[in-house]
């Protein structure tokens, strides 16, 4: 009941800026990115969200369209979870997300807003290389497959995606039962 009165409001008008990418963990499927002050994790559009590969040449990128987030308890830092299908996505890319070298991210600027509502600084629309990179070092298991003898064909399903070019024919072997 002894407390001030306050005598002038300012309110925040000054908007975010993502200032570092901090990992990608390709293993994981996750990544983290460090604001420069706490957002609104309603606000989030991962969709505005675009992994590059930062090349001065041919630059590739790759939106995310299905992942998903959460922020620390100070909310300036947020993990982003990659769903399958980006992770998928991801891993098909051999020019995005293989190093650090060629792992970028770029957020525009109606990406996400402070707590005020301030929306993303437009200066914050460049690319930011990833500062710690861990790769997928997950081999993919084989899921099931399927013989159709009438048309010769041999259906391999994995558990992730693989390289077609990396999968040796004559090293495929069929048997009648499960070996240990």
Do not use: H, W
Not at 65 to 84: E, G, K, L, W
Not at 133 to 154: H, I, R, Y
């Amino acid at each position: 009941t002894n407390g001030l009165n306050m005598s002038l409001y300012l309110p925040d008008v000054t908007p975010p800026t993502l200032f570092e990418f901090t990992e990608l963990d390709m293993n994981e499927g996750t990544m983290s990115l460090k604001f420069s002050e706490p957002i609104a994790l309603a606000t989030l559009n991962l969709s505005k969200l675009v992994l590059s590969s930062g090349s001065a040449g041919v630059n590739q990128t790759l939106q995310l369209n299905s992942s998903f987030a959460y922020a620390s308890s100070d909310r300036s830092t947020v993990r982003i979870i990659f769903t399958p299908q980006d992770l998928a996505s991801l891993r098909l890319e051999p020019r995005i997300a293989t190093s650090e070298s060629n792992s970028f991210v770029l957020a525009n600027t109606f990406c996400v807003a402070d707590m005020e509502g301030n929306a993303l600084e437009k200066a914050s629309f460049e690319q930011l290389k990833a500062g710690g990179f861990v790769g997928d070092q997950s081999p993919p298991s084989l899921s099931s497959f399927m013989l159709d003898m009438n048309s010769k064909v041999l259906t391999l399903t994995f558990d992730d995606v693989v390289n077609a070019s990396t999968i040796t024919p004559s090293e495929i072997v069929l048997q009648a039962t499960q070996s240990q």
